[in-house]
């Protein structure tokens, strides 16, 4: 239901007091929008919470209720149905896991109210207007065929790499998992290990402590899939004696590609990082304007991401055929990050 700028009804007396009448603001109304965020885990999901509130602020003629479900998928479903009851005009979901959503969103449709997913995708249920997002599988084989082209300019010929994976069930631990192990199985990779980091720090931080530990001196890459996990694991490290970057033992790769993130690769620790891009909420504006003009959006809309290095981590690679290129992480680069 549409809340009025003005509140209830405004009444005007005319100074001659011949007419008192009823004004109603109709033409300003707010459109209100629930958004159901997955929680606060890292600086990606940080910098993804500042876009939908910036653009839909009172200012840009939206009223916006946001949860933060803190990693809870049941009070992630919760928080929808509550938009349901408050009648909101559209419902932004970021799926904390990709099934599971076929009933709340049957729901949704049965009250009318379109629904609009972001980052994550819902891998269960087509019941949503449009999905706005990254391809995580491409991201995984980015890592993947960098990490196959920049053994080989190292003449390093052996490959056993540990993974700390994001949030077991999340379609950004799906995608990015299985797109690297796709290129690890062709070429032959040992993956000794892939445990749940659960995308924060501290994850991180416990994963790498036990991976130090059980495969001392045996693993020469570690996949982080978010920046926040790679901090973690990089204390882990530093604690273990075991050196990483561009110039250590270990080959460090990283997802998001966060100002804190492309720092840590200016400052030759993380040897490549593959950006997740989560400033969405302006495409999701799109969306409901689209809706609001009564046109159809696109079902599926795709962020634009980059692949960051050093100079040194620069080097020719393929997704199926289609050349990538490295962006070098200077100054300036990580000035206009997220
Ligand atoms: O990579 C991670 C966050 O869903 C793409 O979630 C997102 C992931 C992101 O916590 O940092």
Redesign the pocket.
């Known amino acids: 239901m549409r809340k009025s700028v003005f509140g209830a009804c405004v009444t005007v007396s005319m100074i001659a007091g011949l007419a008192v009448g009823c004004m109603t603001a109709s033409a300003d109304e707010l459109i209100n929008v629930g958004f159901a965020q ?2 606060h ?5 940080t910098a ?1 919470t500042k876009s939908c509130q910036d653009v839909f602020s009172e200012e840009n003629g939206y009223n916006l209720s946001f949860v933060d479900c803190d990693n809870d998928e049941a009070a992630q479903k919760e928080a929808v149905r509550s938009f349901i009851e408050q009648e909101v005009d559209y419902i932004i979901i ?1 799926p904390i896991i990709a099934t599971g959503w076929d009933t709340v969103l049957t729901e949704c449709e049965d009250a009318g109210i379109p629904v609009i997913v972001i ?2 995708t819902i891998d269960d249920s087509d019941k949503y207007v449009s999905w706005v ?2 391809n ?1 599988k491409t991201e995984g084989l980015a890592a993947g065929e960098w990490l196959k082209a920049y053994a080989e300019k190292k003449g390093i010929e052996e490959i056993n790499a540990l993974v700390i994976s ?2 077991t069930g ?3 631990q799906i995608g990015r998992s299985d797109g690297f192990r796709e290129v690890a199985e062709a070429n032959g990779w040992n993956i000794l290990d892939e445990q749940t980091g659960d ?1 924060t720090e501290a994850g991180g931080q416990e994963v790498m402590e036990s991976y130090c530990k059980s495969y001392e001196g045996k693993f020469n890459v570690v996949v982080c ?4 996990e790679a901090f973690g694991a990089m204390t882990a490290m530093d604690n273990a004696g075991v050196s990483y970057g561009p110039n250590g033992d270990v080959i460090l790769i990283s ?2 590609a ?1 100002t804190a993130g492309l720092e840590d690769v200016k400052a030759e620790k993380i040897t490549a990082d593959f950006e ?1 891009n ?1 400033l969405a909420a302006p495409f999701v504006e799109e969306v409901i304007q689209q809706l609001e003009a009564g046109e159809e959006p696109e079902k599926e809309v795709y962020m634009v991401e980059h692949w960051y290095g050093l100079e040194d981590a620069v080097v020719d690679f393929e997704i199926d055929g289609e050349a990538q290129e490295m962006t070098v992480v200077t100054d300036e680069v990580i000035e206009a990050q997220y």
Do not use: H, K
């Not at 885990?41 to 999901?45: A, G, L, M, P």
């Not at 899939?225 to 926040?228: P, V």
């Open positions: 997955v929680g885990e890292s600086d990606w999901r993804s970021d980052d994550r997002g990254s995580f994001g949030s999340a379609s950004a995308f899939q978010n920046d926040n997802f998001d966060c997740c989560p």
